[in-house]
C-alpha cells in the first residue's frame, strides 16, 4: 500500500498525526522493509514532530534494534531532542535496553541531556 501511495505523488515527509510522519511510524512498529523504502524515496532521517518527537526514538522506544541501526547509518542525529522521552537514549534507557543505550552511547548520545518525561537517561533507567 505504501508503494501505490507513493507511486500516486503521496508526500514522503508530510506531517502529522500521534507518529509525526511515515517514517517515524514505520520506526515506531518495527517495519524495516517501509522506513529503508522511505529512506530510499527521500524521507527526512531527522524529521521532528509526532509523540516520540523523531524516527530514532520511536524505535528506541520500542527496541526496535534493526530500525536503529538503520536510521544512525543514514545519518540520524543521535542528540536529537523532542518528544516524550527527550531523546533516544532516554527512551531507550526508560525502556531498559541495555544494547540500544550502548550502541546509542557509542554513537555520541550525550548521557547527560535533559528533558523529557523522566528528565535524563539516569533518571528514565531508574524509574
Known amino acids: 500500500i505504501v508503494n501505490i501511495l507513493l507511486a500516486k505523488g503521496a508526500d514522503v515527509n508530510a506531517q502529522g498525526g500521534e507518529h509525526g510522519n511515515a517514517l517515524q511510524a514505520a520506526a515506531y512498529h518495527g517495519n524495516e522493509a517501509i522506513a529503508k523504502l522511505l529512506l530510499q524515496k527521500g524521507a527526512d532521517v531527522n524529521a521532528q514532530g509526532g509523540q516520540y518527537g523523531s524516527a530514532l526514538q520511536a524505535a528506541a522506544a520500542q527496541g526496535n534494534e534493526s530500525i536503529v541501526s538503520l536510521l544512525l547509518d543514514k545519518g540520524a542525529d543521535v542528540k536529537a531532542k ?15 535496553n541495555e544494547k540500544l543505550v550502548n550502541i546509542l552511547l557509542q554513537k555520541g548520545a550525550d548521557v547527560n541531556a535533559q528533558g523529557g518525561e523522566y528528565g535524563n537517561a539516569l533518571q528514565g533507567a531508574a524509574a
Open 82 to 96: 523532542g518528544g516524550q522521552y527527550g531523546n533516544a537514549l532516554q527512551a531507550a534507557a526508560c525502556r531498559g
